[in-house]
Nanobody, 120 residues
Framework: QVQLVESGGGLVQPGGSLRLSCTGS????????MSWYRQAPGKERELVAD????????NYADSILGRFTISRDNTKNTVYLQMNSLKPEDTAVYYC?????????????WGQGTQVTVSS
């Protein structure tokens, strides 16, 4: 079955950096576009960044543009989110997501999430 496992979250001071990882299994990773989302307390889950199958095309939310970088290593079945110049408003649970076809249906799968807290 499809599984996504995130890691790399933690507590960091404003201006600091973290790198999140998400490793996928149960699907052909190199054939799947991948996304990072986040959800802050009391807010809806929002798209942070996504990346195509080869890593050649990426998209970012305006709020993190220029500070975060999404990348992937298809040899390791892993997608990354490098987060620099972190701000308190980046505090959230970060999730990776894949949409994978099961029979004729495209099904979204989510990881368990990793907490990122930006605080002094």
């Amino acid at each position: 079955q499809v599984q996504l496992v995130e890691s790399g979250g933690g507590l960091v001071q404003p201006g600091g950096s973290l790198r999140l990882s998400c490793t996928g299994s149960g699907f052909i990773f190199s054939n799947a576009a991948m996304s990072w989302y986040r959800q802050a307390p009391g807010k809806e889950r929002e798209l942070v960044a996504d990346i195509d199958t080869s890593g050649g095309s990426t998209n970012y939310a305006d709020s993190i543009l220029g500070r975060f970088t999404i990348s992937r290593d298809n040899t390791k079945n892993t997608v990354y989110l490098q987060m620099n110049s972190l701000k308190p408003e980046d505090t959230a649970v970060y999730y990776c997501k894949v949409v994978w076809r099961v029979a004729t249906v495209r099904v979204p799968y989510w990881g368990q999430g990793t907490q990122v807290t930006v605080s002094s």
